[in-house]
């Protein structure tokens, strides 16, 4: 069974749509994460949910929302896709906050169109 | 601020050869530094980590990693490059106070038979 997983694996769109990416983990993790990498594989973390909680919010527009609805999954929806929003994103976990090793999905590529 | 800083896009080294990743840091207290390894379409996987103690770290595959505290380095290194190692290398600090996690750009490692 995958650790972390998240779907859809690729996402095409027009500009304007909203879309959502799902992420589980399946390890009793309590704390889950979303990254974006950019085309020049830059990784920049985007939100942290500890226990449901979010803990990490960086300086992201408000166009995207995280939703946790129990421990093992993290969503994260979008509204108003922007051409600047294509990028691969990856959920990630760790056993608990600030915990040394990060557990990745192997992302989701977004292409805005 | 803490951040660390990869000088390679991209380093060629033949199979069998020992190979150097390198990997500078910034960080204002003690450095919590981790290699992170992503094959093609997947996830990031967890290398390893230097928190304290030994410099020379070892890690998966492997690969081991040398703290250098008066050079503020970490390169990863490897006695024998494999062509399977080939693989996009990233290394991270971790923000003890605000529990994130701060990539590098990213070193793609080519290794020719």
């Known amino acids: 069974d995958t650790a972390v997983s998240q779907t859809p694996k690729y996402l095409v769109t027009q500009m304007g749509n909203d879309k959502s990416i799902k992420c589980e983990q399946n390890l009793g993790h309590d704390t889950m994460y979303w990254y974006k990498q950019d085309s020049k594989k830059f990784l920049k973390i985007m939100f942290s949910y500890n226990n449901k909680e979010l803990i990490i919010n960086e300086t992201v527009p408000n166009r995207f929302s995280p939703k946790s609805p129990d421990k093992a999954h993290l969503n994260l929806h979008i509204n108003s896709l922007e051409l600047g929003d294509s990028a691969v994103y990856f959920c990630a976990s760790s056993l608990r906050a600030g915990d040394e090793k990060l557990f990745f999905g192997s992302g989701t590529q977004l292409s805005v169109l | 601020a803490q951040s660390v800083a990869q000088p390679e896009d991209q380093v060629n080294v033949a199979e069998g050869n020992p190979l150097t990743v390198k990997c500078t840091y910034s960080v204002s207290g003690n450095p919590y530094l981790f290699w992170y390894v992503q094959y093609p379409n997947r996830g990031l996987q967890f290398l390893l980590k230097?928190?304290?103690?030994?410099?020379l770290v070892k890690g998966s595959y492997g690969f081991e990693a040398e703290f250098n505290k008066s050079q503020t380095s970490f390169h990863l290194k490897k006695p024998s490059a494999l062509v399977s190692d080939s693989a996009l290398y990233f290394c991270a600090v971790r923000d003890m106070n605000f529990n994130k996690f701060y990539f590098g750009s990213g070193t793609k490692l080519n290794v020719k038979p």
């Open positions: 230097y928190i304290t103690g030994d410099n």
